[in-house]
């Protein structure tokens, strides 16, 4: 349990290192408002698209194996029909979230589980802060609000096609698993985000590494077993579409490796209802607020949600298109919780900036 010191690593800053900090926020948030403002910027939020899009698409393809039709053969007919390049195997998304959603009585139901599974997100955040916070529920109340915007995208339109958005769902409630001492539930809602999209990918290897370091072996075991399986199953799943690509399939006309930096981490950001509504230099702020907050967070669910979101930010500056800003969808959960800690974070490091200190937290259990 912890003293009643303070819960921030700011805490244990000298003045001089403070207020290097504090500039280096500054520094930071300009860099990151001024890239969203120039030429540089990334998404395509307020831009046209060509064609109706992924979620059309995915939609069509359920639509289709509810009729009874084959995933694979759904999939090569709709997206050849839309002018989708698939030539690659990775273009063809891995089967098992459409075979679930695809023999639901309807395709619709599928909506009403996703939105379960937000309810479940948002009441398990708002028990794992509450109780990070000796059960006030101030911090827990204002996390549980700024969750509602990544999940609301789960009632809007045909957004629960989408895999990344169930990926990142799952995601967040295995951090928020771990955080109420619920490992098995953590590892199987890591291991259902990787077979839903496999981009949840870095999430799992944070997981895998944290439970080797704790010397957690059983859930080390379960890690490996089941990332193991999943290798397998998404090899054959290559193997056999690479028996599908016919000669006439077109390619990416660009590679998925962009180096696209901080405009494409940005647009990432903004993949959440009310920042989609707002200019793209507020989701600039939000971002770098939230990445302050998970610096200070020096408990095992902040160093879990830390580096989560760490290894998504450096992934996504190297990896995606402007077309992938929705992968921001396995991120913007997750930084509810960074941005719920940036008060105490800021207060901190004002306070030592001051020459006020105070004694760092010592957190007796790893999670």
């Known amino acids: 349990m912890p003293s009643t010191s303070p819960r921030t690593g700011y805490a244990r800053l000298g003045p001089l290192q403070a207020r290097t900090v504090l500039a280096v926020l500054v520094l930071a948030a300009v860099f990151c408002v001024g890239v969203t403002l120039s030429p540089l910027a990334s998404g395509y939020v307020g831009k046209e698209r060509p064609g109706a899009g992924d979620m059309a698409l995915y939609r069509a393809k359920l639509d289709r194996m509810n009729a009874g039709e084959g995933y694979y053969r759904a999939a090569g007919h709709e997206m050849r ?33 996703l939105i379960l599974l937000a309810l479940a997100v948002l009441l398990m955040a708002f028990e794992v802060i509450a109780r990070e916070e000796d059960n006030r529920i101030g911090r827990a109340a204002a996390c549980a609000l700024l969750l509602t915007g990544p999940l609301m995208l789960s009632i809007l339109g045909d957004l629960f096609v989408m895999p990344s958005l169930w990926a990142g769902l799952l995601i967040a409630l295995s951090i ?13 809602a890591g291991l259902a985000a990787v077979f839903w999209r496999e981009l949840a990918m870095p999430y799992c290897l944070v997981a895998a590494v944290l439970a080797w370091r704790n010397k957690r ?10 990332l193991g399986f ?23 006309a660009h590679g998925w490796i962009q180096f696209g930096g901080a405009p494409f981490v940005i647009a990432t950001t903004q993949v959440n209802a009310y920042l989609l509504l707002l200019p793209q230099w507020v989701a600039a702020l939000y971002f770098v607020a939230a990445m302050f907050g998970f610096a200070g967070w020096n408990t095992p669910l902040g160093r879990r949600a830390g580096l989560t979101a760490c290894l998504f930010v450096m ?12 992968w921001g969808s396995l991120l913007s959960p997750i930084l509810c919780l960074g ?14 900036a001051s020459g006020e200190t105070r004694p760092l937290i010592i957190f007796q259990r790893e999670d």
């Open 315 to 326: 992934a996504f500056a190297v990896v995606g298109q402007d077309i992938n800003q929705y």
């Open 81 to 113: 029909d839309r002018g989708y390049p698939t030539r690659s195997v990775f273009n063809w998304r891995f089967p098992l979230p459409f075979w679930l959603l695809g023999h639901l009585p309807s395709v619709d139901l599928g909506r009403g589980a």
């Open 339 to 352: 941005i719920v800690r940036f008060p105490a974070s800021i207060r901190d490091v004002a306070k030592a």
């Open 176 to 188: 928020c698993a771990y955080g109420i001492d619920r490992p098995r539930l953590g590892v199987a």
């Open 230 to 252: 999943f290798f397998i199953c998404y090899a054959l799943h290559c193997l056999h579409v690479s028996q599908l690509i016919l000669p006439t399939d077109r390619a990416h």
């Open 217 to 226: 072996r059983g859930e080390l075991t379960a890690w490996v077993v089941g």
